[in-house]
């Protein structure tokens, strides 16, 4: 069975940095896609950015794009974040699934269609 489990969440100020590391097991992740997510209280949970295991392409939605990293080792995904803003306190989740479409429409797809969830890491952000 896939288990995902994250870890790195916290409180930081805005403008600071934080990495999320999310760590794969059960599986062989040749041909999944690992996703971020993030539910902030009273909204939907949306796609932050997603990777392809098999040769590391990656997709980031806007509000990230330039901020935000995402890479693998082996059977672990991290997600840098730098330059955070109060708009990104909310609980990161990472998700894990077979490939059924591009790394973009996967992440994009609403609502979510992962197939694996970890628990959850609460990022917070506040002075």
């Known amino acids: 069975q896939l288990q995902l489990v994250e870890s790195g969440g916290g409180l930081v100020q805005p403008g600071g940095s934080l990495r999320l590391s999310c760590a794969a097991s059960?599986?062989?992740?040749?041909?999944?896609?690992i996703g971020w997510f993030r539910q902030a209280p009273g909204k939907e949970r949306e796609g932050v950015s997603c990777i392809t295991m098999s040769d590391g392409s990656t997709y980031y939605a806007d509000s990230v794009k330039g901020r935000f990293t995402t890479t693998r080792d082996k059977n672990t995904v991290y997600l840098q974040m730098n330059s955070l803003k109060s708009g990104g306190t909310a609980v990161y989740y990472c998700?894990?699934?077979?490939?059924?479409?591009?790394?973009?429409?996967?992440?994009?797809?609403?609502?979510?269609?992962?197939?694996?969830w970890g628990q959850g890491t609460q990022v917070t952000v506040s002075p």
């Open positions: 998700a894990a699934d077979r490939y059924w479409g591009t790394v973009r429409r996967m992440c994009n797809t609403r609502p979510p269609r992962f197939g694996s």
């Open positions: 059960g599986f062989t992740l040749d041909y999944y896609a």
